[in-house]
């Protein structure tokens, strides 16, 4: 059972324009989130994180949106650039396992 | 300093074969873990070591064995390799626990034919 979901394998988007990714979760114990990047050949990279007990986190051109109620996390890029075209993982935490599960991953292309 | 490495970074292996996937990390973190990345799954976790000595099972623990007999080496063992196997391997390190940012290696891909 896929305990965080990525439903869009993948999304393209014009360079300037904002991307939104989306990630939905099944577990109420979840109660920390966070975006990982992974470029080819390369391991996943740490992007953003959010903590249940906020609703937003913001990092520069990243901005993370939680909807506890929905079981509900986007990630936002604004504005997009070329260099964002990678694959984004969502991920969640629960405090009572110790264990970060992963979603299937949504490939992002930002185009020129 | 390095990072995380991993050794080595493609490896073909017969069914039945045994091998270890090396990995290590120069920052004197304490946690670090192991998963697979196969298509359309996702990173799932193998398994994990919260400090030296100390292993624990992940999702996916079947047909894998781990040690941790130093805070900088985390060696992944597959006993008797299996097609189902066949994934690409990533070892992560972070300072003190699950929450603490994870820094992954770049993997290992393996072919288990």
């Known amino acids: 059972d896929q305990q965080v979901k990525q439903n869009s394998p993948s999304l393209s988007v014009q360079e300037g324009r904002i991307s939104i990714l989306n990630c939905d979760y099944t577990n109420s114990m979840f109660d920390y989130f966070l975006w990982y990047k992974k470029y080819p050949a390369e391991g996943p990279t740490f992007l953003i994180s959010i903590s249940s007990i906020k609703d937003k986190n913001e990092d520069g051109r990243f901005t993370v949106f939680l909807n506890k109620s929905a079981k509900h996390l986007s990630l936002h890029i604004v504005p997009s650039q070329p260099g964002d075209s990678a694959v984004y993982f969502c991920a969640a935490i629960s405090g009572n396992t110790g264990k970060l599960i992963f979603g299937q991953g949504t490939t992002l292309q930002v185009k020129p | 300093n390095a990072g995380v490495t991993q050794t080595p970074k493609f490896q073909v292996l017969k069914t039945g074969q045994s091998m270890t996937l090396q990995c290590a990390q120069d920052m004197n973190h304490e946690y670090m873990s192991w998963y697979r990345q196969d298509p359309g799954m996702g990173l799932r976790l193998i398994h994990y070591?919260?400090?030296?000595?100390?292993?624990d099972q992940g999702e996916v623990p079947n047909g894998y064995n781990v040690s941790r007999s130093t805070t900088e080496d985390f060696p992944l063992r597959l006993l008797s390799a299996a097609p189902s196997q066949t994934s690409v391997y990533f070892c992560?390190?972070?300072?003190?626990?699950?929450?603490?940012?994870?820094?992954f290696g770049p993997g290992t891909r393996l072919t288990v034919l």
């Open positions: 070591s919260v400090g030296a000595g100390i292993t």
């Open positions: 992560a390190s972070s300072a003190s626990g699950i929450t603490d940012t994870q820094y």
